[in-house]
Structure formats: structure tokens, C-alpha cells
T-cell receptor
Framework: GDSVTQMEGPVTLSEEAFLTINCTYT??????LFWYVQYPGEGLQLLLK?????DKGSNKGFEATYRKETTSFHLEKGSVQVSDSAVYFC?????????FGAGTTVTVRA | DSGVTQTPKHLITATGQRVTLRCSPR?????VYWYQQSLDQGLQFLIQ???????AKGNILERFSAQQFPDLHSELNLSSLELGDSALYFC????????????????FGNGTRLTVT
């Protein structure tokens, strides 16, 4: 079945540092890929998406490129802020089902 | 604000009891999904409804059931509750035709935190 594997956290960074969260997937067909973010006490919010190979999703300074050859969708941000502290989930959608990775907790210190 | 509304926000109940969680999807969304988030198991897909009909089942226990009503709101019923059922329960909605909407993301509510004591 479909699955998503993302790097384990927690990740702790200083403000303005570079953030990368690795995500790889296993799926049949041509899934869409997403990154969701969950701030404390809140639900999941869509951060960005990519629907086909080589698509780059971007939002709020975050980027991720759909790499079919490496089955990856790594999340990057060049300069993080304290407000980026959250749990980040990589997700894959194949037909009806959205499958999530385990989540990576990111803490950004001032 | 995702437009998905879940009530109640918090629920505390005892083992063996039954509770109902409610979800109102975003305006215009026909699909509703239920997820369980726990510390040890992460985000688990429970069940999906599309326009009132069950479309897919995930890791949903037999003690749990759900339905989607004609006005598209959905309820998740949890019965014979156990301590291990304590978790955050999320509802999400999406547009979608017959479940085949590869590009459309899910929009999540803020969840109901269930504590079973």
C-alpha cells in the first residue's frame, strides 16, 4: 500500500537557519503530494502541494519539489522564524485516501 | 480558518461510555474524512463519506461508526470507550467527484480532543 516516510524529529534550529525535512514515499500510480503544518492546539493546515513530477510547491517561503525518480518531496525553507515552530506532515493522496508521514516537530529558537 | 467546524472541542468521559463527535464541512465540499491522531500511532485515517455515502474505510474499529447527513454534516460515534481511545479526532473535507480528486487537498477542522478516564 501507499506510505510516506519522513525524517524523525525533533528538529531544533536558530532563527534564520536553513530548514530541510526529508520525505520519501511509496505509491502506485501518480499520487499528489502535500505538506501540512500543525501549530500547537490547532488542526492541520495545507502548506503546499505538487500534483505531478517536477512540480514545485511553494508557500510562505517554504518549497518542495516532486521528484519521481527519487520518490521524494523534501521540504525546505531558507531562513526560519520562531513562528515556524510547528509539526510538519508530509502526505500523499492517491484516489480517496490521504496518507500521512509521522510528522516532524520543528522548534525555532530566537 | 479552514471552514471546517468540529464540536465539541474537548470531551472527557469514562470508560464504557459512548460519545458523538460532530463535523460541518466547508461550504460546497461533498467529501468528509475522519482521522484519529494519537501520540503513538500518528494520524490514522478512519473513514470517508461522499455526499452521504460511505466511500472508504481505514483503520476504524467496529466500536466506531460514522454517518453523513443530507445537509452534509457528519457525526462520528464512539462506543464502549477504552482508555486507548483517548486522542485527537479530526474531521476534514474536500471537493471531489466520486472520490477521484487527486489534486484537491483536504481541509481540516481544529479537532475534538477526547479524554477517556
Amino acid at each position: 500500500g501507499d506510505s510516506v516516510t519522513q525524517m524523525e524529529g525533533p528538529v531544533t534550529l536558530s532563527e534564520e537557519a536553513f530548514l530541510t525535512i526529508n520525505c520519501t514515499y511509496t505509491a502506485t500510480g501518480y499520487p499528489s503530494l502535500f505538506w501540512y503544518v500543525q501549530y500547537p492546539g490547532e488542526g492541520l493546515q495545507l502548506l503546499l502541494k505538487a500534483t505531478k513530477a517536477d512540480d514545485k510547491g511553494s508557500n510562505k517561503g517554504f518549497e518542495a519539489t516532486y521528484r519521481k525518480e527519487t520518490t521524494s518531496f523534501h521540504l525546505e525553507k531558507g531562513s526560519v522564524q520562531v513562528s515556524d515552530s510547528a509539526v510538519y506532515f508530509c502526505a500523499l493522496r492517491n484516489d480517496y485516501k490521504l496518507s500521512f508521514g509521522a510528522g516532524t516537530t520543528v522548534t525555532v529558537r530566537a | 480558518d479552514s471552514g471546517v467546524t468540529q464540536t465539541p472541542k474537548h470531551l472527557i468521559t469514562a470508560t464504557g461510555q459512548r460519545v458523538t463527535l460532530r463535523c460541518s464541512p466547508r461550504s460546497g465540499d461533498l467529501s468528509v474524512y475522519w482521522y484519529q491522531q494519537s501520540l503513538d500511532q500518528g494520524l490514522q485515517f478512519l473513514i470517508q463519506y461522499y455526499n452521504g455515502e460511505e466511500r472508504a474505510k481505514g483503520n476504524i474499529l467496529e466500536r466506531f461508526s460514522a454517518q453523513q447527513f443530507p445537509d452534509l454534516h457528519s457525526e462520528l460515534n464512539l462506543s464502549s470507550l477504552e482508555l486507548g481511545d483517548s486522542a485527537l479526532y479530526f474531521c476534514a473535507s474536500s471537493t471531489g467527484t466520486q472520490g477521484r480528486s487527486y489534486n484537491s487537498p483536504l481541509h481540516f477542522g481544529n479537532g475534538t480532543r477526547l479524554t477517556v478516564t
